[in-house]
Nanobody, 123 residues
Framework: QVQLVESGGGLVQAGGSLRLSCAASGRTSSTYMMGWFRRVPGKEREFVAAIRRSSATYYADSVKGRFTISRDNAKNTVYLQMNSLKPDDAGVYYC?????????????????WGQGTQVTVSS
């Protein structure tokens, strides 16, 4: 089992920045891919970004150039640096971990999920 705990959410003005963190514990050696997803009320959970253990990355088109995903394997932590935030970026952000090494934005490929952290962007 792998446990994921997100932190760093909060309220920010449009154009501002936030950095989310996701600390993993448990059988972290089995997690080859980590990702971030978000959900807003009334909508499907949406892929944001993913990163492999090799640090190869993959982003949703809506966040390319504004968000950066990174990981510190020694600390078992994944980060999501979010810049130039827009009101549409608001939602609950979830960290996810996959035992697959295939870089993907499909939520079904992820085996473990955190509880989420709220991001609110004021216009």
């Amino acid at each position: 089992q792998v446990q994921l705990v997100e932190s760093g959410g909060g309220l920010v003005q449009a154009g501002g920045s936030l950095r989310l963190s996701c600390a993993a514990s448990g059988r972290t050696s089995s997690t080859y891919m980590m990702g971030w997803f978000r959900r807003v009320p009334g909508k499907e959970r949406e892929f944001v970004a993913a990163i492999r253990r090799s640090s190869a990355t993959y982003y949703a088109d809506s966040v390319k150039g504004r968000f950066t995903i990174s990981r510190d394997n020694a600390k078992n932590t994944v980060y999501l640096q979010m810049n130039s935030l827009k009101p549409d970026d608001a939602g609950v952000y979830y960290c996810a971990a996959s035992t697959s090494s295939f870089l993907s934005g499909e939520s079904a490929r992820y085996d473990y999920w955190g509880q989420g952290t709220q991001v609110t962007v004021s216009s």
